[in-house]
């Protein structure tokens, strides 16, 4: 406690440096606990210090295969929408045309407007998160846990992508910002920005890269205006005590908008990239990490954004694998393809037309059907 103290005391709060650190030299166990401690004050997740305690405006409760959920035809905005058993059993549906049913997975619409109608929403959640800027979420933040949290999500970033890492260290990284999520409107926001960011690769030195100045503008976006004079995040850009992300510009990076580009050059890019390889664990604790983050509109938006963009190369390596035999990797259920589609109604038709959804579907239904033209056919069997 005094080490922090003296640390809050400093002005130039060497805390980012000294976070990942952290990350960077302690096993994760021991990291995850000093982090923790930096950011809440305490050693179990919790809200920024002075900030009030989620009241989860919207319930975002993930689902587990068999977990008891609801639909209504009276309040779901169409039949994907349903809700958890305690959100429903702390809702009036009385004289709706309801009923119970076991879950395959999801998660809860209640006090999302777009699946499920605001009469139906329970006495927990009243509404969503949607109206906020970044501005406004992040500008009451002290400099230090701003500082902090850079630190901590340039490490995670780094482990993430550190290919000598195991798949457990991983998993448990991913599981852990999920809970701090989970917290905190805030903590989504960071977590948020952090995937989506786009960002230059060095890959020699194995680290999360940093952004470049225009992407740093797709960053900031959300709170509607940048900052463009401010050092990196995670080691190349940072975010400002009035709540925008901006980043430094590297040599010849040149300048000009980005957000068209930010899908293929963030870490969730890589992460939608490397997916039917990567370890089951690992993906399926990224799967709750995105489902506690969806409860931000922001990210949600721009998850949407990536799927798009990053769709056709999936099902190509997913074609190849079932080519090859390899049915149980190549199964889009297991993907982030397969189970976050059902989640865009509403609001995000705008931006499936802005990104073309239908031509890129097209585009690949007729790749595949000429692929399937010209492919040779498959060998006999032995003896046939």
């Known amino acids: 406690a005094e080490a922090v103290e003296a640390l809050k005391k400093q002005e130039d709060a060497p805390s980012r440096e000294f976070v990942a650190a952290l990350w960077a030299t302690l096993p994760l166990a021991e990291a995850l606990e000093w982090t923790t401690f930096l950011l809440c004050g305490q050693t179990t997740a919790r809200a920024p210090p002075g ?19 609801y639909h209504c035809r009276t309040c779901g905005m169409d039949p994907s929408c349903a809700i958890c058993l305690e959100c429903f059993l702390n809702s009036d549906h009385e004289g709706h045309d309801y009923w119970m049913f076991s879950s395959g997975g999801g998660c809860c619409d209640c006090g999302d407007a777009e699946a499920w109608r605001p ?38 970033g780094k482990l993430m992508l550190d290919p000598a890492r195991s798949a457990a260290d991983k998993a448990r990284a991913a599981e852990w910002l999920t809970q701090l999520a989970a917290c905190s409107l805030s903590w989504r926001r960071l977590a948020g920005i952090t995937l989506t960011v786009p960002f230059e690769t060095t890959d020699e030195a194995q680290e999360l ?15 509607e205006h940048t900052a463009a004079d ?3 995040f995670g080691g190349g850009a940072q975010i400002s005590s009035t709540g925008t992300c901006s980043a430094a ?3 010849g990076s040149g300048g000009g908008g980005a957000s068209s580009e930010a899908p293929g050059r963030s870490l969730l890019a890589r992460f939608l990239t490397h997916e039917v390889s990567m370890d089951r664990s690992v993906r399926e604790e ?36 079932h080519l090859n035999g390899d049915h149980a990797r190549a199964d889009s259920a297991a993907t982030t393809f397969g189970k976050f589609t059902v989640q865009f109604k509403g609001n995000m038709v705008a931006t499936m037309v802005d990104q073309g959804l239908l031509g890129m579907l097209l585009r690949t239904l007729l790749e595949v059907l000429e692929q399937a033209i010209y492919q040779p056919p498959p060998p006999p069997p032995p003896g046939g």
């Open 230 to 232: 401010a050092p990196a």
């Open 119 to 156: 009469e139906g929403f329970c006495c927990n959640h009243r509404g969503s998160e949607d109206t906020l800027s970044s501005e406004e979420i992040l500008g009451p933040l002290s400099a230090f846990v701003l500082a902090c949290a850079e630190g901590m999500l340039g490490g995670w």
């Open 51 to 69: 900030e009030q305690e989620d009241k989860r405006g919207v319930c975002g409760m993930v689902w587990k295969t068999g977990d008891t959920v």
């Open 209 to 223: 890269p940093f952004p470049t100045d225009e992407a740093s503008r797709f960053a900031a976006a959300a709170s």
């Open 286 to 321: 990224l799967h709750q990490l995105y489902f506690e983050l969806m409860r931000d509109a922001m990210f949600k938006e721009r998850l949407l954004i990536h799927i798009i963009a990053h769709y056709p190369a999936f099902v190509h390596q997913a074609l190849r694998m």
């Open 249 to 251: 510009t590297p040599a």
